[in-house]
């Protein structure tokens, strides 16, 4: 679909009787329809290299492993898939008609209590870490083991791809912040080559799982219990990880929202239910990995903010980059 026939689809809906009006979002990937009571998520028809919904099997074929996936983590929030038609009234869902797309159908949480809005205002706190750590952990338990050795020189060009926003870096920042950047990365492939064994071990023992790939904040609601949502459906390679990458991801978030505190609650809960922890180089590979997740997302700040000029891209780059260096200096010392 195009965004214009999106638009129209919205008018599928009525505004509610509350006077709740539907709402459409946007991201580089998809669309999502807001209603009252309802979710629904539709891809974009492209395509990058990382991912392929071009044709209208493949979006098809994504909304169902979406869901797949995602009631792994949580049941009763991802409903189904649906789809889209075009009548002669107009587009809408889950009617009868010709088929010109799918969505994800998703019961509708209480947007008030995702996780980052709740970071931001303090009121998270070592109770809902313990139940998040929990819930983690035991997803990660019952997953699949991805049985494959750790690609040392992938691990290194991915790192090294931050490079690729250098200018918006020193644009920003100055020309010093870029010289940093091309320390950062000669010491990134050198300390890879020292956790390199260590890497390989984990694999061996089934540290490298089926798991979410995108676990921060924004994909996790704090209900009486968590709900965590939205994984990564569309590129195994991003979501098959070692159980330590994702729990970088969650405490660099952490760290982002200002939140350090929650780390070691969440970490002590985690390691009660899946002690994946068993020596120095496993905390060496869990800070890499810290890095590893500020550096990704620094590089998406970047483009943000190369793209459209984009005020709170341009502050994300700042604030990331300082993360990013604090990160850099403290393995330095290690």
Known sequence: MTREQVQALIQFFPVSGGGYAPQLLETHISWVLLTKDWAFKLKKPVQFDFLDFSTLEKRRHYCQEEVRLNNRLTQGLYLGVVPVVRTAKGFQLEGKGEVVDYAVKMKRLDNSRQMDKLLDEGQVDSTHMEQLAEQLAAFHLRTDVIEKTADLEAMKEDFADLDTVKGQIEKQLGIEAGRELSTCITFSRNLLDK??????????QGWVVDGHGDLHSRNIFLLPEPVIFDCIEFNPHFREVDVLNELAFLCMDLDFHGARHLEAPLLQAYLRENPCVSEDADWAIFSYYKWYRANV??????????????AGAESNVEEYWQLFITYYHSLGKG
């Open 195 to 204: 956790l390199a064994p260590r890497l390989a071990e984990r694999s061996q």
């Open 297 to 310: 997302r620094l590089k998406v700040s970047a483009l943000k903010a190369m793209q459209n000029g984009n």
